[in-house]
């Protein structure tokens, strides 16, 4: 699926925060979003998450799972738990290399909206992206 330009909804209207502490990750999801034409900041650990959230509007996260100084769990369990609204209701996907289902469904109980699977796959992303962004 493609998210197709219309004066209501495109990709290049959307800024996205990507936390992930690997550096080939990034490097690829760097070259993903690119193709995309959306903005987008990265960062390589939970904290610094809340720390961007908390300085500036987001339209969804793309967070691995497991990095230092707080995982993607305890970081979506913050965000909607304790940030103020709309902050607690961003879309997260899960960047992730675990696809058991018991854990996917341990994950989703923090309040993550979807899951990708490594390495990103650029269709896999879209689809996710497009499925949990509203047209405006």
Known sequence: MKI???????????????????????????ILLKKTGCTFQMVDNGAAVIEALEQQHFDLILMDIEMPVM??????LKIRRTLPAPI??????????????????HYATAGINAFITKPLVYDDLITQIGVLIKPR
């Open 88 to 105: 607690n209701t961003i879309p997260i996907i899960a960047i992730t290399a675990d696809n058991n289902p018991e854990h996917i469904a």
């Open 4 to 30: 197709e330009p219309s004066a209501n909804n495109t990709m290049e209207k959307l800024h996205i925060l990507v936390a992930d502490d690997d550096k080939m990750s990034q490097t690829l999801a760097k």
């Open 71 to 76: 995982d993607g769990y305890e970081t979506t």
